[in-house]
C-alpha cells in the first residue's frame, strides 16, 4: 500500500478530531469543570490521556507550542481538575457536539456504526511503541456508543500520525519553532497558526534568522526550494509512519471509510465556520 493513502485518510480524520478544540460548546464545557478559558482548556483536555503529566512531557509531545503557556497551564490544571474527570469531559463535548452538527438521526445511523467499527480496526492495528501521545489515548478505555467510539478510533490515528511526524521532525533535526515556522510558510497553513502557538516575536525572529542561515527561508520569510524539499521531505516521512492502521485495514476498508468520513468532516467543517 502506498503511503500516500495516510496522507488522503488524514484529511478527513483531522476535521473530525478538532471537533473538541473548535465546537462552540468547548469553552463552556472545560471551564464548567474547572478548567481556565484559552490555553489551558486545549493544552489539559489533549494532554489528559497521559495522566497528570509535568509541562516538560506535555512540550515536548505538542512539538510545536511554545514551553511557556504550557507551564503557565501545568501543574495548576491537575490542581482545578483531575485528568480522568478532563478525559470525561472531552467525551461530554464530543456528543454534544456531533449531535448538534450531524443531527441524532445520522448519529444513531448505520452508516457511522459501520465507520466506527471500521476506524477501530485501524486504530486496534496501531502499535504503540515510541508513540507516547497516541499511548495514553490507547489506554482509554473504548466508548459504548458508535459515534463516540467513532471519535476515539479517529483520535486514535491522529496522534498515532502525530507522533510519528514528531520522529520525522527530529531525525530532520527541525525543532518545535522551526517546524512551526517552516510549516506556517506552506499553503497548507491557517493565519492564525503563529499566534495560537504562544511563541514571543523575538523568539520567532531569532527562529527565522536560523532558518535563514540554513537557507530554508528567504528574507521575506517564504520559504527557498530547499526549504520546501526539507518540508516535503518531512511529510513523506510522516506519511510512512502513518501508515500502520491503513495497510491492516486494507484498500478496500480505507475506501469505504472515507466514503463514510468525507460527509461526516464536510458538516462538521461547515456547522464549525458559522
Known amino acids: 500500500m502506498e503511503p500516500s493513502i495516510a496522507r488522503r485518510m488524514h484529511l478527513p480524520v483531522e476535521s473530525i478530531h478538532t471537533v473538541v478544540y473548535f465546537a462552540e460548546e468547548a469553552q463552556a464545557i472545560y471551564t464548567g469543570i474547572g478548567l481556565k478559558p484559552g490555553g489551558m482548556s486545549y493544552f489539559a483536555p489533549r494532554a489528559a490521556p497521559m495522566g497528570a503529566v509535568p509541562p516538560e512531557v506535555v512540550a515536548s509531545t505538542f512539538y510545536n507550542f511554545s514551553p511557556g503557556p504550557i507551564h503557565r497551564a501545568f501543574p495548576l490544571a491537575w490542581e482545578r481538575v483531575s485528568p480522568e474527570r478532563t478525559v470525561t469531559a472531552r467525551l461530554e463535548l464530543v456528543d454534544v457536539s456531533l449531535r448538534r452538527l450531524l443531527g441524532d438521526d445520522v448519529v444513531e445511523g448505520g452508516e457511522v456504526t459501520e465507520a466506527a467499527g471500521l476506524a477501530r480496526s485501524a486504530a486496534e492495528a496501531c502499535p504503540v ?31 498515532f500520525r502525530g507522533d510519528g511526524h514528531v520522529a520525522a521532525l527530529v531525525a530532520a533535526g527541525i525543532n518545535g519553532i522551526d517546524a512551526l515556522l517552516t510549516y506556517a510558510a506552506t499553503d497548507a497553513a491557517s493565519p492564525n497558526m ?36 526539507a518540508r516535503q521531505e518531512v511529510e513523506d516521512r510522516t506519511d510512512v509512519l502513518a501508515i500502520a492502521p491503513w495497510r491492516a485495514l486494507g484498500a478496500a476498508g480505507c475506501d469505504r471509510l472515507h466514503e463514510l468520513l468525507v460527509p461526516l468532516a464536510s458538516a462538521i467543517t461547515s456547522g464549525q465556520s458559522h
Open 129 to 159: 511503541d515510541g508513540r507516547p501521545l497516541f499511548a495514553g489515548h490507547a489506554s482509554l478505555p473504548w466508548p459504548d456508543a458508535p459515534h463516540l467510539a467513532l471519535w476515539h478510533a479517529i483520535s486514535l490515528v491522529r496522534e
Open 194 to 229: 503563529l499566534p495560537s502557538r504562544g511563541w514571543q516575536p523575538e523568539e520567532l525572529d531569532a527562529a527565522r534568522g536560523r532558518l535563514r542561515e540554513r537557507g530554508w527561508l528567504d528574507t521575506g520569510g517564504a520559504l527557498t526550494d530547499a526549504g520546501r524539499a
